[in-house]
């Protein structure tokens, strides 16, 4: 993520390591920041924790104030770790559960 730029088109495959609402969970991976990536859009039913998905998307840069309402994101202090941070607007959510 760190070379990608916001618009970016993304494909990644890693593990969940929290589903905060339903349009909005962190995936973890080596190659991805020590506190995730914050990913918006559908999360498939199902979806847990240490769940392995393919995300297919763009990268977006998180702006609490922009992204709240689309993606039904409550309580600003929840999402502090990824302000100003890149992050994916997903297309599509593959769970291989």
């Known amino acids: 993520m760190a070379m ?3 618009g970016d088109p993304v494909v990644m495959t890693a593990v969940v390591v929290a589903v905060m609402t339903a349009r909005a969970f962190v995936i973890a991976d080596a190659d991805l920041p020590d506190q995730g990536t914050l990913v918006l859009g559908v999360v498939p039913p199902g979806l847990e924790q240490r ?4 995300v297919r998307g763009v990268v977006d840069e998180f702006d609490f104030d922009r992204l709240s309402a689309p993606y ?4 600003r202090e929840r ?4 302000e100003s941070r890149k992050v994916v607007v997903a297309h599509s959510v593959r769970s291989w559960a």
């Not at 769940?51 to 393919?54: D, K």
């Open 79 to 82: 999402y502090t770790d990824f």
């Open 4 to 6: 990608r730029q916001v």
């Open 72 to 75: 039904g994101l409550e309580r």
């Open 51 to 54: 769940g392995l998905v393919t």
